[in-house]
């Protein structure tokens, strides 16, 4: 069993919570990313789990068993760092195997799970070679070799892709996540990048301040996310935010007829849900910028006093300067309060384009 549950857990220097009250639960099998910003506690989290750090208070479980209060060396699990900590002296075999010899296995049996493990990770062809002599997507890939060899049913990864560039971190994303499939391992994942989380998630958690924002699958956290934060987090370009007062008089539904105060609300638009509008309908908008990305357009606008960018296809026939209309379905509006931030969802909503 390498089921994970997280129960309250704090991190706390002097009156400084780094984690406050942190819980959730990654089953068996699963693929967990803790994404946030930086300072949000994700990796403090991680480290928790690890027991790289001593938690102030709260229940760490792994496989059924407290773990709170043990050392890493007990807690069965396998570690990925944003670093790579290769020994730069010793062949990538030597590096792969490094955790294996101090722990004293056999050398039929290390030689055996290199084999296989070199096999998974692709390096085959490399286990002669220093680290100096590998490209960055393959020093990674030694770490999680490394991490993989040592038979955990647990692995934690602190932003191992964030040194690479924008191919490599596709191509490694895409090696991590079918290798935790294959392999059936509970997976930990820390990181910034919400493409990451978004790709490679059974579950995400964001997280802001030492606390969990929100959390669910990708696909919850995109369609109703549960406060500004959230939606202003996720999302490219993120969502739009304006003023619901500003904009009002121009929504073919008016806000109050679905029970709404508009003096109270933002409205929340995702760019790619907003399109151009015909024959004069629509919410008017001033061009700002043209981003032109082949397959799509980003139209950089603002709607009163607020910035609002539109994701549409092609190349639309639009220059800065221009005056537009833009539309979107109600049912692709979103509400949040000004005072705190939180959702509010609409008793009836009704549909119709804006």
């Known amino acids: 069993m390498s089921r994970i549950v997280v129960s309250d857990i704090v991190k706390a220097w002097g009156p400084t919570r780094a984690v406050d009250q942190v819980s959730f639960v990654a089953e068996q099998g699963q693929l967990l990313v803790l994404l946030g910003p930086s300072g949000c506690g994700k990796s403090t989290t991680l480290r928790?789990?690890?027991?790289?750090?001593?938690?102030?208070?709260?229940?760490?479980?792994?496989?059924?068993?407290?773990?709170?209060?043990?050392?890493?060396?007990?807690?069965?699990?396998?570690?990925?760092?944003?670093?790579?900590?290769?020994?730069?002296?010793?062949?990538?075999?030597?590096?792969?195997?490094?955790?294996l010899r101090v722990r004293r296995v056999a050398a039929a049996e290390r030689a055996e799970r290199l084999k296989r493990v070199a096999d998974l990770v692709g390096l085959s062809q490399l286990l002669d070679r220093k680290p100096a002599q590998l490209s960055g997507g393959q020093r990674q890939r030694v770490a999680l070799g490394r991490a993989i060899i040592a038979e955990q049913p647990v692995c934690l990864m602190d932003e191992p892709l964030s040194n690479l560039d924008a191919q490599l971190r596709h191509e490694m994303r895409t090696e991590i996540r079918s290798l935790q499939q294959r392999l059936g391992m509970t997976m930990v994942y820390v990181t910034h990048d919400q493409t990451e989380a978004m790709t490679m998630a059974d579950q995400v958690i964001l997280m802001r301040n030492?606390?969990?924002?929100?959390?669910?699958?990708?696909?919850?956290?995109?369609?109703?996310?549960?406060?500004?934060?959230?939606?202003?987090?996720?999302?490219?370009?993120?969502?739009?935010?304006?003023?619901?007062?500003?904009?009002?008089?121009a929504l073919p539904v008016h806000p109050r007829a679905l029970g709404l105060d508009p003096d109270n609300l933002l409205l929340g638009v995702r760019p790619e849900r907003a399109s151009l509008g015909r024959n004069g309908s629509g919410v008017p908008?001033?061009?700002?910028?043209?981003?032109?990305?082949?397959?799509?357009?980003?139209?950089?606008?603002?709607?009163?006093?607020?910035?609002?960018?539109?994701?549409?296809?092609?190349?639309p026939p639009a220059k800065a300067g221009d005056r537009i209309r833009l539309v979107w379905e109600s049912s692709d509006q979103h509400f949040f309060r000004l005072s705190d931030g939180q959702r509010i969802d609409p008793d009836a909503p009704r549909r119709g384009a804006a």
Not at 88 to 98: D, G, M, T
Not at 234 to 244: A, D, F, H, S, Y
Not at 291 to 313: H, Q
Request: contains cysteine.
């Open 285 to 315: 908008a001033t061009v700002e910028a043209v981003e032109y990305l082949g397959a799509d357009t980003v139209l950089v606008c603002r709607i009163a006093s607020a910035p609002f960018s539109a994701r549409v296809p092609g190349r």
């Open 48 to 99: 928790l789990i690890a027991g790289l750090e001593d938690a102030t208070a709260g229940r760490i479980e792994i496989g059924g068993r407290d773990v709170t209060n043990l050392p890493p060396a007990e807690r069965s699990i396998a570690m990925v760092f944003q670093s790579y900590a290769l020994f730069p002296h010793l062949s990538v075999a030597e590096n792969i195997v490094f955790g």
């Open 210 to 249: 030492g606390r969990i924002e929100q959390m669910g699958s990708p696909e919850a956290l995109y369609a109703a996310p549960a406060t500004e934060f959230a939606a202003r987090f996720l999302g490219t370009p993120p969502m739009n935010l304006v003023k619901l007062a500003d904009i009002a008089g």
